[in-house]
């Protein structure tokens, strides 16, 4: 008889597509070797390394990451140095620059989002994971 391979638990999931998702953000965001914090502009440097990131530049949420329906939403997240993302937030400075970068209506459609109950299947995190690699 021979053995099923165990699936990845939700959690191991849902920390990959994390690690995924902040490697899309900070490539998407960043100029070559550096990138700028979207809400202090303060310049950070950014390296390739076996295919990663690797920089103190961070990938900060304006709806914060507890709210799942926005949690991978490329719109909610900017790259930002660490002190803007956690010692702070910034998020006065944050909502100007993504009304600035996206439009006006985008920060009533984020606000309304947070709201929405998501529960994601196995198929859904797999899918994201996939799609932002």
């Known amino acids: 008889m021979k053995k099923r391979k165990k699936l990845p638990s939700m959690r191991s999931l849902e920390k990959k597509l994390d690690d995924v998702f902040s490697q899309f953000i900070k490539r998407r965001e960043s100029m070559g070797h550096y990138a700028l914090c979207f ?3 303060k310049r950070m440097s950014v390296e390739l390394v076996n295919g990663r990131i690797k920089s103190e530049a961070q990938c900060g949420h304006f709806v ?3 709210h799942r329906s926005l949690r991978w939403e ?11 993302n956690m010692y702070g937030g910034a998020q006065d400075e944050f909502a100007a620059r993504i009304v600035d970068k996206y439009g006006a209506g ?3 459609w984020l606000l309304i989002r947070k709201h929405e109950t998501v529960r994601h299947t196995r198929a859904d995190l797999e899918k994201m994971i996939d799609t932002f690699k």
């Open 74 to 84: 490329p719109l909610n997240a900017q790259i930002q140095c660490p002190r803007c």
């Open 106 to 108: 985008i920060l009533s």
């Open 39 to 41: 809400t202090c502009n």
């Open 64 to 66: 914060k990451r507890q």
